[in-house]
């Protein structure tokens, strides 16, 4: 078990460009989940796959943000047209098929600046 | 979303204990209450989670009063790797994603 890993784990982009983070799951982890981190506060929601299907998206995640995970492993999140204000840590997290515990495994994150 | 409201910031000795409150005054009869942490360049990582009754495991304790309106994570013997943001979230049953306060920022000092 390596955990979960995100790809890049730093990204410097200029405004109006487009970005594409890629974060791998546990194996055997059928749930997936995208988080936003700005500084000095907590992680926001915003989307969450069980297997390849998307379930759940957030209001923040607009419609320059699209995330897929196209054969229920390995998830991509893009940005497109970037601006300054997108600049975050991004986090991703897996959980296993409902467990009593229901915790949820978070990667070490993809830290985006927009200059 | 139910509300949890933390202390923005605790500090602590290393090897006391150290309990980190949460009100949740609006917590419902299907919220779980979660505990998190992030250690500082990390994801967050899962600590305890409990309904009604007081639960314990290797990480920390959690003691939930009996009218589920607050609740206090204990660290029975903090050392310096404990120093982190904690979160207290409630979750309903079957909900996926994570309500993400502002945490509690621990200190401990040597």
């Known amino acids: 078990d390596t955990g979960v890993s995100q790809d890049p784990r730093h990204k410097i982009t200029k405004r109006g460009q487009n970005v594409t983070f890629r974060c791998d799951p546990i194996?055997?982890?059928?749930?997936l989940y995208w988080y936003r981190q700005t500084l000095g506060q907590g992680p926001e929601f915003l989307t969450y796959?069980?297997?390849?299907?998307?379930?759940?998206k957030s209001r923040l995640l607009s419609d320059r943000f699209s995330a897929e995970r196209p054969k229920g492993s390995f998830s991509t999140l893009e940005i497109q047209r970037t601006e300054q204000g997108d600049s975050a840590m991004y986090l991703c997290a897996s959980s296993p098929p409902l467990t009593e515990n229901d915790e949820q495994y978070f990667g070490p994150g993809t830290r985006l600046t927009v200059t | 979303d139910a509300k949890t409201t933390q202390p923005n910031s605790m500090e602590s000795n290393e090897e006391e204990p150290v309990h980190l409150p949460c009100n949740h005054s609006?917590?419902?009869?299907?919220?779980?209450i979660h505990w998190y942490r992030q250690l500082p360049s990390q994801g967050p990582e899962y600590v305890i989670h409990g309904l009604t009754s007081n639960v314990n495991n290797r990480m920390a304790s959690l003691a939930i009063a009996e009218d589920r309106k607050s609740s206090t994570l204990i660290l029975h013997r903090a050392t310096l790797r404990d120093a982190a943001v904690y979160y207290c979230?409630?979750?309903?049953?079957?909900?996926?994603?994570?309500?993400f306060g502002q945490g509690t920022r621990l200190t401990i000092n040597p």
């Open positions: 979230i409630l979750r309903f049953q079957g909900a996926q994603k994570l309500v």
């Open positions: 609006t917590i419902s009869g299907t919220d779980y």
């Open positions: 194996s055997e982890h059928n749930r």
């Open positions: 796959f069980q297997n390849e299907a998307q379930l759940e």
